[in-house]
């Protein structure tokens, strides 16, 4: 079972900045990694696959990198849509481990 | 256009069976992967299985291998989630998600279904 190490687990942080969520895989998972957004009492949405490939009708302020162990996402200029929580996820091991996920709050 | 219908609320006894449901449609439901991730009160999420429907194949993360079962019935577009005897700790919100063809990825979640183990 492939372990998603996902830091920080919380971050404050003010409308207008630049934030990054990093992911890290304890083996090589090629880029088979994906980033979603979960808001209060919802369902997660799928923001990123395949470690950089922005999904339909998410802003490009999001982008996402990496590969093999070692990944991120950006959010370029917070709106105040963005304060969620969110979460990596590997696919390269069926069914998938998810990262713990960060906590995006308002500074 | 991809929906994916969970069944209602649940509140259930310490012991007692459950199966919840997730009703597809808008895409070929027997290709593709469906499954289901858990959330317990406050905590993150947890990929627990998932199922092929066309042959029924399953897929358990280590965690939940002989604690649930997943199925599928094709005949009627529908994925299942169940447990032989409920305990306290399956109290959570559980999510149904399809997982794309081609990466992996999960591109659509249910609502999800609130299940509550008290006595």
Known sequence: ?107 | EVQLVQSGAEVKKPGEPLKISCRASGYEFSNLWIGWVRQMPGKGLEWMGMVYPDDSDTRYSPSFEGQVTISADKSITTAYLQWRGLKASDTAIYYCARRDQFVGAIDHWGRGTLVIVSS
């Open chain 1, 1 to 107: 079972d492939i372990q998603m190490t996902q830091s920080p687990s919380s971050l404050s942080a003010s409308l207008g900045d630049r934030v990054t969520i990093t992911c890290r895989a304890d083996r090589p998972i090629s880029t088979y990694l994906h980033w979603y957004q979960q808001k209060s009492g919802k369902a997660p949405t799928l923001l990123i696959y395949a470690a950089s490939n922005l999904q339909t009708g998410v802003p490009s302020r999001f982008s996402g990198s990496g590969s093999g162990t070692d990944f991120s996402l950006t959010i370029d200029s917070l709106q105040p849509e963005d304060f969620a929580t969110y979460y990596c996820l590997q696919s390269h091991t069926p069914p998938g481990t998810f990262g713990q996920g960060t906590q995006v709050d308002i500074k």
